[in-house]
């Protein structure tokens, strides 16, 4: 459950998507997995990798980079998979690294860049800056 | 807060059931009587009965507000009952007892959630009383049951019998059923040989044991057992014996007899549970749960079976291995009957959605006076049984659409001059590998143009007005957030509806497509997978795509011969096979990859025919023949529409890896148009 409250703390997971940090809230991550075979499906757009079999389930997997910026990031074997779940279904975002979980305090989050996007708010850290994600918009067209 | 019980709980599941089908029984008669405008004293009997059983099992699980309500309904139609010739109003009588069905049904919903708080039934009861005085007080008589006094102390009783009384609370609502609960717990430590009242399923048993008591005879060893039972049980004021009046003559001892009546109470508690739902001889119901791990682990040995006979470990020693093949096409016959049967066991015919509808129709007739008929055809249809649950849903939103929105009202049905009865015609038809629903009306029909206006002015249209044929125009009812009507009126119009029941149906791989005549009816058409399991595929590259194509539309394969092929004026590809031409869908541009053969001869040609349509498919190569349990696309994946370009679903092979499932019809529709 996510809460609000000023002085509660919130737990994120942090990750690296063209050499920027990100932030994700833990409580919808089901899995982090390393980069399995990907299956190709046409008439999506380039950043929908397309599926996984993840124990039997066939998830999409976008590319976060190519999402973000457009342009794809190069995997090395830092390179994993987010499993994120969304509405009831489950999506996977390819991520250059996975950083760590930190536990921050709502107090050190601060404002909506933009009113879309996929970017919901900056969170300070004593390790830098991470921005936190709207997980569901990354699905949305 | 639970609403019962912790032991209780292992029975809501059995309750949830056995109301369910009682309430839909009664649905089934009201509908019928009401058709034929009479209640015959059979239907007055059932229904009693019915309202009886769930009262009964309702207070067994101690939901007081269902079993009151159901105690006045039930006591309506004991009056009926008493008196056949009693005069009633039957449209008020058709109206309390349906609203109680509904309360029942919506009740019985949220029993589950433990959010949701026992609903307060008391001025329907109200209500349904007051008609039942109304009813008594037109026939001038006060229908009363006098309590008839039995004597709790017979002369020709044995010594060693010991009575026992036991009081009910007065709030416990069926001490009957109590009372039978306790003599089934007594049974361990006690043999009960009589009860005072004698029958206590008898009708008027709750009223003598509320004001009098219940007297048990019973023989035991152990006295302090029998009363720490019976303490225990639900709802129980006191507990006490009682002491046999002395001066009473010493009869001779009786040959102990307790058989007969401990037998009548057996048989009375098994008549009672053989009246729930009626089943024929040597049916059982299985939980549904149970059925689809059974497929689902049938579908699992299917495909490990086919791995393990083609396994490439074996290729080797191809040469030696006869007996293997002989028992690997032993299995596979097997297999593939296991299958069969497994399948069949949960084909149920449609109609068991369809006449689900008769009620909705029959309401929304009561509220907007249309008067429209409601016609099945092909309802013997069997299904897949998860497919008929998923149909529900999207049934009654297309059926109230149509009686709402589709059937004009009858001062302008008339005005058009139309004289045939409006209609609402539900039919349902295989179709190789599909099951087509189609909900159909002789109503106004949908004008195209005012759909496109409509989503100009909601902002959902995606190109220019002008370039919409009339098929995408009305697809566009099926978009978030539209609805034609002006008016939200109870049943439909609050803009929600079309678009959702087309995601649910896309869910499990169906489709819904609009058909419409302007003045002469609707049309919708629900196709559906035949079963959501396993079906065989011929695999195939396209570049670097993994696709299945159903064999079910396949007719050949083959390697091209440059000299058959031709080109159209218009740069279409044509393939003659013996002597016929047919057009050449070439899959890696269809689907807009990169073919990995250089030409058409060095990939192979799949012969496909669908709706009397026959293509040829050109793809890669050929990887081999695949069965494959289907699983749609993520719903993620929705907004994609990859169902209407071709794509049906994906599939898990034995091996890991993955499959996408071509959907030939809608391929060869998207190239050439319908």
Redesign the interface.
């Known amino acids: 459950m996510q809460n609000t409250s000023e002085n509660e703390n919130i737990r994120l997971l942090t990750f690296n998507c063209g050499d920027e940090g990100y932030a994700i809230d833990i409580s919808i991550v089901t899995n982090i997995i390393e980069i399995p ?1 990907i ?7 380039d950043y ?1 990798k397309g ?1 996984i ?1 993840l124990r ?1 389930k ?3 997997v976008i590319d976060t980079a190519m999402r973000f910026y457009g342009e794809c990031d190069e995997y090395d074997r830092h390179s994993c998979i987010i499993v994120y779940e ?6 996977g975002l390819i991520v250059q690294s996975v950083g760590d979980v930190i536990d921050v305090s709502n107090s050190s989050i601060s404002g909506t860049p933009g009113k879309k996007g996929f970017v919901s708010a900056v969170v300070s850290t004593g390790e830098g800056l991470f921005k936190l994600i709207r997980p569901e918009e990354i ?3 | 807060m639970p609403k019962f019980d912790e032991s209780l709980e292992q029975m809501l599941d059995v309750y949830i059931y056995e109301e369910q089908q009682l309430l839909e029984q009664l649905d089934d008669i009201l509908m019928r009587t009401e058709k034929e405008d009479t209640i015959a004293p059979d239907d007055v009997a059932e229904i009693f009965r019915i309202m009886h059983t769930v009262k009964g099992s309702s207070s067994m699980m101690g939901l007081t507000n269902l079993q009151k309500l159901a105690h006045a309904a039930e006591d309506l139609f004991s009056i009926i009952r008493d008196k056949p010739d009693i005069a009633y109003d039957k449209k008020i009588l058709f109206d309390l007892v349906f609203q109680a069905s509904d309360s029942m049904k919506s009740e019985i919903d949220i029993l589950g959630d433990e959010s949701a708080e026992l609903t307060d039934f008391t001025q329907q009861i109200a209500k349904i009383r007051a008609y039942a005085d109304v009813m008594k007080s037109a026939d001038g008589q006060q229908i009363k049951s006098a309590l008839p006094k039995e004597d709790i102390f017979t002369d020709d009783e044995g010594e060693d019998i010991l009575t026992l009384k036991v009081k009910y609370a007065e709030t416990c609502a069926m001490p009957s059923v109590r009372a039978m609960l306790l003599m089934r717990s007594l049974g361990k430590v006690c043999e009960v040989t009589k009860t005072i009242p004698l029958d206590i399923n008898a009708d008027n048993a709750n009223d003598i044991i509320t004001a009098n008591g219940l007297y048990l005879k019973l023989i035991t060893d152990d006295k302090d057992a029998v009363v720490n039972i019976a303490k225990k049980a639900i709802d129980v004021d006191s507990v006490e014996w009682v002491e046999k009046p002395k001066a009473a003559p010493k009869p001779e001892p009786q040959p102990e007899q307790p058989a007969p009546q401990a037998a009548k109470t057996e048989q009375g508690a098994a008549e009672k549970k053989k009246s729930s739902p009626e089943r024929g001889g040597g049916m059982m119901s299985v939980s549904l749960a149970k059925l689809d791990t059974l497929l689902d682990l049938v579908g699992e040995i299917v495909i490990t079976e086919s791995a393990v006979i083609s396994s490439p470990d074996l290729k080797p020693f191809m040469a030696s291995l006869d007996r293997f093949s002989t028992s690997a096409r032993n299995l596979k016959k097997l297999t593939d009957e296991l299958q069969d049967v497994v399948m069949s066991i949960r084909m149920v015919p449609v109609a068991n959605a369809f006449s689900k509808m008769n009620r909705v129709v029959r309401d929304m007739n009561e509220n907007l006076g249309k008067g429209v008929e409601l016609v099945f055809v092909g309802q013997e249809t069997e299904v897949d049984k998860s497919v008929v649950d998923i149909l529900n849903d999207p049934l009654m939103h297309l059926v109230r659409n149509a009686v709402d929105h589709g059937i004009e009202a009858p001062e302008v049905r008339k005005q058009k001059g139309k004289t045939e009865k409006p209609t609402v015609t539900l039919s349902a038809e295989n179709s190789s590998s599909e099951v087509i629903i189609t909900v159909e009306d002789n109503g106004a029909g949908m004008d195209h143009n005012a759909i496109l206006a409509k989503a100009k002015q909601k902002g959902i249209l995606k190109k220019p007005e002008s370039e919409y044929t009339k098929q995408e125009a009305l697809g566009l009812i099926m978009k978030a957030g539209f609805s034609t009507n002006e008016q939200v009126t109870n049943y439909s119009g609050r803009g929600v509806g079309m678009d959702v029941v087309k995601q649910n149906l896309e869910k499990i791989g169906g489709k819904l497509i609009v058909e419409s005549e302007m003045g002469v009816g609707s049309k919708f058409i629900i196709k559906i997978p035949l079963s959501l399991s396993i079906n065989d595929v011929m695999q195939v590259a396209v570049g670097c795509m993994d696709l299945s194509v159903p064999i079910s539309s396949v007719k050949e394969i083959f390697k091209a011969d440059m000299q058959n092929i031709v080109y159209d004026t218009d740069g279409t590809q044509l393939i003659m096979i013996r002597g016929k031409c047919y057009p050449i869908i070439s899959l890696p541009q269809y689907f807009g990859v990169e073919s990995r053969v250089g030409s058409l001869d060095e990939g192979i040609m799949i012969f496909c025919e669908e709706e009397h349509k026959r293509v040829c498919l050109f793809a890669d190569s050929l990887i081999g023949e695949q069965q494959i349990v289907t699983k749609p696309f993520s719903p993620i994946l929705g907004q994609y529409n990859l169902n209407e370009n071709g794509l049906s679903g994906c599939s898990i092979l034995a091996d890991g890896s993955m499959t996408l499932i071509a959907d030939v019809g809608c391929i060869i529709n998207k190239v050439f148009g319908k």
């Not at chain 1, 299956?39 to 757009?45: A, D, G, I």
């Not at chain 1, 969304?86 to 999506?91: D, E």
């Open positions: 075979e299956t190709f499906v046409p008439m999506l757009p929908i599926l079999n039997g066939a998830i999409p969304i509405k009831g279904s489950s999506l699905a949305e067209d």
